[in-house]
């Protein structure tokens, strides 16, 4: 048995309980009444997949059929993933130990592209061709992906069976019933993947064939087995009905969010014109304030959690933010719950807020302006302007708080090096605001926190035809901007620049990429997103030898009737809204959000809805 492997050699590396399972929470089934099995992986350390949400949704999803059993797994660490290959240890699952090799779904979800190279090697760990056209006609090791990475899947089309577009929570149990009806019947791999394409949500790359110019763009997309010439993504309509867990899985070590959290909003109505999750999560639907309380209860009372989190993209874009709080603060008081928010709106940042705030959170207070000056602001739709961020800083500072971090961008479109120093001078006018202030906190000075990360133009938004700064013009604003700032009172932070050229590359580009990854893969890329492990040099080689160069997907500004890889591919918001809205870029004009005006994406009106009154 492989428990008796596995156990032999936990004690051989760090944090064995990644490895073992049997965690409170975790489901264990009888495998002899179970009909079709679910492997969720998670390409990455089970310290980062525990903290994931959608995969707490979709395994207790799952595992409320009881024919169906969804079970964990993991990316191994390197130390844990060499006595895996030097004793004959496959890639197995939490609940069961057993290989995902024997399961029928093999599921991977797609949180980042720095990941993609961990799917190869998970598959390679578990016996599994990591090409589809390696693959037994049997059906069988169905090898699927859903999350955010596969709005643009064509640089992974190779290695997956097929990819769930949109929410997951209704179109996954459809997937599997179709399935466990033709495998009754004695299907192939090929029939199941025929009917398959005919759920709304599912796309099956091999159906699809793309031609290309001598330019190497795109020349078209043509359809084959009768796939439909548009796929669809999913949208769960009714929010505050969605399936939502009473119970999580409790880790034995600590993970990166070790708390329980609750959704409280799904979609955006910002419209920030570089965000693809503000985009590709529409429509804006928010759950009711009493669903929020009622789950949060129940959520921390059986998982014996201490800390509880609001998730969303923007918690306090709730309309009912204010009593929610208020009730939730009360109750978590009550029982010694800390309760954590992400990241505060600059322009509905009140004293009303922060008094709430204050009573749950003691540390500093975070803000993403995104840009220093008003000019570029404006260009990427921030919707916010320097009065807003300086009293939003005052009512911090004198509420108690005396750090502030700032999150900014940049290699923005439009961006100018006077955007740059503009960060300093931001900065500056907050440090002298803190010292002007007579209710400023006594005995404490100011301290602001700047992360700059480099601006990745991503798929599905206003921005995805623009062009990526060089790696020169990226270090040249990076040290621009640490020549500028006060060093005393500023601290700075910002992210390799070869790590998000690399990421602009695998968001936006096509199948040619696919033998890319897999030579990466072969040259020993993995844990790309690790600084640690990340091997940019390689990558370099993998592009050279398979003849694709970096610079076409990440450095050229696309034309807008340019074909684009995920063109065939449907989120609900059409393309020329984006052309409209990179026009208004380059013309520095804001759109509303969508409480305010609508700004005529047509994601409610695809659906049948309507926007905001």
């Not at 019947?185 to 090929?190: L, V």
């Not at 439009?414 to 906190?441: C, H, V, W």
């Amino acid at each position: 048995m492989l428990r008796e492997k596995i156990e032999k050699h936990l004690l051989d590396v760090q944090k064995p309980s990644r490895y073992i399972g049997g965690e409170v929470g975790s489901i264990i089934k009888d495998k002899s009444k179970i009909d079709v099995r679910f492997a969720f992986c998670f390409p990455d350390t089970y310290d980062i997949g525990m903290s994931h949400l959608g995969m707490k949704i979709l395994y207790s999803l799952t595992n409320e059929r009881e024919n169906y059993w969804c079970e964990r797994c993991f990316a191994p660490s390197e130390d844990f993933e060499k006595i895996m290959r030097e004793n004959d240890i496959p890639l197995y699952a939490l609940e069961s130990l057993d290989p995902i090799k024997d399961f029928d779904f093999i599921g991977f979800t797609m949180q980042y592209e720095l990941s993609y190279t961990n799917v190869l090697n998970m598959l390679d760990l578990a016996g599994i061709p990591v090409f589809t056209r390696d693959r037994t006609e049997e059906l069988t090791q169905i090898v699927v992906a859903g999350g955010p990475c596969v709005c643009n899947p064509e640089p992974l089309a190779d290695f997956f069976d097929l990819f769930i577009l949109g929410e997951g929570e209704e179109v996954n149990l459809e997937l599997m019933d179709l399935y466990h009806k033709m495998k009754k019947q004695g299907a192939s791999r090929k029939d199941f993947l025929r009917e398959a394409c005919k759920i709304e949500g599912i796309y099956v790359p091999e159906f699809y064939k793309f031609s290309y110019k001598p330019d190497g763009t795109i020349e078209k997309v043509e359809t084959t087995n009768n796939a439909p010439e548009i796929v669809k993504k999913r949208i769960i309509k009714d929010f505050d009905k969605v399936y939502y867990p009473d119970n999580f899985v409790v880790p034995f070590t600590e993970i990166v969010h070790d708390r329980v959290s609750v959704e409280v909003l799904r979609g955006c109505l910002r419209g920030c014109r570089f965000c693809q999750a503000g985009f590709i999560y529409r429509p804006f639907r928010e759950k009711k304030s009493g669903t929020i309380v009622e789950q949060t209860k129940c959520l921390c009372e059986n998982t014996g959690y201490d800390e509880v989190s609001l998730a969303s993209l923007s918690t306090s874009d709730h309309s009912e933010i204010s009593p929610i709080l208020s009730e939730l603060i009360e109750y978590t008081a009550d029982e010694k719950i800390t309760l954590s928010l992400p990241s505060l709106r600059v322009d509905n940042f009140s004293e009303e807020l922060l008094e709430k705030i204050k009573k749950v959170r003691k540390s500093g207070l975070t803000f993403a302006p995104e840009a220093a000056t008003q000019r570029l602001r404006d260009a990427i739709n921030k919707n916010v302007s320097e009065e807003e961020i300086m009293n939003t800083c005052r009512i911090a500072f004198e509420g108690g708080y005396s750090s502030v971090k700032l999150y900014f961008m940049m290699g923005l479109p439009t961006e100018t090096d006077e955007d740059i120093i503009g960060i300093a001078e931001l900065s500056q006018r907050i440090i002298d605001l803190f010292y002007s202030l007579p209710n400023k906190p006594k005995g404490r000075g100011v301290q602001i926190s700047i992360s700059c990360a480099t601006f990745v133009p991503k798929p599905f938004t206003p921005f995805q035809f623009e062009a990526q700064d060089t790696r020169e013009m990226i270090e040249h604003k990076q040290k621009l901007l640490l020549d500028s700032v006060n060093r005393k009172r500023v601290k700075v932070s910002y992210h390799d620049a070869n790590v998000s050229i690399l990421e602009a590359v695998l968001a936006k580009g096509d199948r040619r990429l696919c033998n890319v990854i897999y030579t990466a893969w072969k040259k020993g890329c993995k844990f790309d997103s690790w600084g640690e492990y990340f091997q940019f040099e390689k990558w370099v080689e993998a592009f050279n030898e398979c003849n694709v160069d970096m610079s076409f997907y990440a450095n050229r500004k696309i034309p807008y009737d340019e074909i684009l890889a995920w063109e065939h591919l449907d989120y609900y918001i059409s393309k020329e809204f984006f052309v409209r809205e990179n026009r208004k870029a380059h013309e520095f004009t804001t759109t509303p959000h969508c409480r305010l005006k609508c700004s005529g994406c047509g994601v409610n009106k695809e659906i049948g809805g309507k926007c905001f009154d």
